[in-house]
Each structure stands twice: as C-alpha cells, then as structure tokens.
C-alpha cells in the first residue's frame, strides 16, 4: 500500500539553526499538508500546498517557515532559525484531490528537539 | 483553536467490551469529520469517517455517529481488542476552512485482557 515517507525520523538542533524536515508523499497526490503536534497538545495545521503554490497557512506558519517541492517527489518544510517551542513532532501528509471527503494520509512524523 | 474538543484524555476498557470516544465541535461549517488512530512513533493512521449528511457510517467493528444538532459524534468500537490500544483522534473540516483538518487533543484508549 502507497504511504507517505519522512526523513530524518528524529532531529535535534541547536536554537538559531535552520532544519529542513522531508517528505515524500504518495506518488499520485496533488495537495500537501504539514501538521505539527507539540508534545501533549493537540495535532495543528501549518500550512497547505498545491501546483507549487501555498494554498492556506495557520498563524503558526511566520516568516520563519517555509516550504518546497523541489522536484516531483520531495515536500519540504524548512524553519530557518529554530526556537526551543519549534520542538514538536512534525507531520506530512497528502491527498489525491481536494475536496471534503478525501482522506489525508499522514507520515510518521519528524520529531524536532532545538536545544 | 478549540473547534474540536475531545474531553475525555483517557479510557480504559475491557477486552471484548464497547469502546465509546466522544468528540464535540463548535464550527457550524465543519461538515466532514473523521477518527484518526495513532501508535506512539507513528502518524496519524485514517480509520473512520462521516459526512455531515449522515447520522450513521459502520465499518467493521467500527461505527460512528454523529448528531449535528448537539455538535458531537462519537465513535463506538465493538468488540475492543488489545490492539485497538492506541490514541484516537477527532478531526473536523469544511469547505470554507481549505479541507485542512481540526484535530482534537485526543483520546487515549488502553485495552485490558
């Protein structure tokens, strides 16, 4: 079965370091997301992506986040300097269309610690 | 954003015994709502969902409900096994919030033999 795939699984940085968190989502999708999920607190959108363009981004999402299809298969989210409340499980997923009853399929997730 | 309010953190239940989550939302828009699995180091994994247009939707052992009038679905797992022993979240979404998912803070369900 196809499944979304995210690199590195863990990540622990420096504050003020730049990350980039990978995902390869399934092969056919067109509309990518990325969640995040600080520890005990709830699973939150950051931003959505289509035609190589962002569709919709949360509050979360500021100047310090961005993100990327470098090529036909990569979705990257890249923070350019971390803070120490960056740290949080990050989550890719994707879906084949955009409407209301498409399913998301998410990654198994980033963990990011900034030290 | 508190949408989506899952109120219970925790339930334990016996094996072979109904597991009922419950999910309440606040955005009259959400008109699509679906129940995520999820182990520890793992993603969220899709498991059930439901249209607005619908009261009912069973899959399997699976079945879940949803009363637009209270704003509050739940999700009934019968009969629950050891591996249903994960955390289950709630997620809402609409069209006019771009299909991006409101999740609960979700709830965790531990299945005793």
């Known amino acids: 079965e196809p499944e979304v795939t995210q690199t590195p699984s863990h990540q622990v940085t420096q504050m003020g370091q730049e990350v980039i968190l990978r995902c390869v989502p399934i092969s056919n999708h067109l509309y990518f997301y990325w969640y995040r999920q600080i520890l005990g607190q709830k699973v939150e959108f950051l931003v959505s992506f289509y035609n190589n363009e962002i569709s919709e981004k949360s509050e979360i999402f500021d100047d310090q986040f961005s993100v990327e299809r470098p090529d036909g298969s990569n979705f990257t989210l890249k923070i350019r300097s971390t803070k120490l409340e960056d740290s949080a499980m990050y989550f890719c997923?994707?879906?084949?269309?955009?409407?209301?009853?498409?399913?998301?399929?998410f990654g198994p997730g980033t963990r990011l610690l900034v030290l | 954003d508190q949408q989506v309010k899952q109120n219970s953190p925790s339930l334990s239940v016996q094996e072979g015994r109904i597991s009922i989550l419950n999910c309440d939302y606040t955005n009259s828009m959400f008109d699509y709502f679906l129940w995520y699995k999820k182990y520890p180091a793992e993603g969220p994994t899709f498991l059930i969902s439901i249209s607005s247009i619908k009261d009912k939707n069973e899959d399997g052992r699976f079945t879940v409900f949803l009363n637009k009038s209270a704003k509050h679905l739940s999700l009934h797992i019968v009969p629950s096994q050891p591996g249903d022993s994960a955390v289950y979240f709630c997620?809402?979404?609409?069209?006019?919030?771009?299909?991006?998912?409101?999740f609960g803070a979700g709830t965790t369900v531990t299945v005793r033999a």
């Open positions: 997620a809402a979404r609409g069209r006019s919030n771009d299909y991006k998912l409101s």
């Open positions: 997923a994707s879906t084949l269309r955009r409407t209301v009853q498409e399913t998301q399929y």
